[in-house]
Nanobody, 115 residues
């Protein structure tokens, strides 16, 4: 069982930046991918960014050119660098581990962007 712990959320002014971290208790290269999702109150949980074990990335159209997903293999940690933040980015951000047999979730970290 792999634990995922998100950190780095907080309150930021529109136009500002935050970097989220997801620390995994296992080797992240053993997974199909690591991903970031977000969910605002009353909304569905939506994919924000994903990085596969081979390093391929993909992003939601709403965050392309603003967010960057990366990883530090030695630390078993995945990051989400968020720049040019907008109020509509406000949500709880979740780290997700995807394997060939299922997926697991972290507890989430709150990101609030003020206008």
């Amino acid at each position: 069982q792999v634990q995922l712990v998100e950190s780095g959320g907080g309150l930021v002014q529109a136009g500002g930046s935050l970097r989220l971290s997801c620390a995994a208790s296992g080797n992240i290269l053993s997974f199909y991918s690591m991903a970031w999702y977000r969910q605002a109150p009353g909304n569905q949980r939506e994919l924000v960014a994903r990085i596969t074990s081979s390093g391929r990335t993909n992003y939601a159209d709403s965050v392309k050119d603003r967010f960057t997903v990366s990883r530090d293999i030695s630390k078993n940690t995945v990051y989400l660098q968020m720049n040019s933040l907008k109020p509509e980015d406000t949500a709880v951000y979740y780290c997700n581990k995807e394997t060939y047999s299922g997926s697991s979730w972290g507890q989430g970290t709150q990101v609030t962007v003020s206008s």
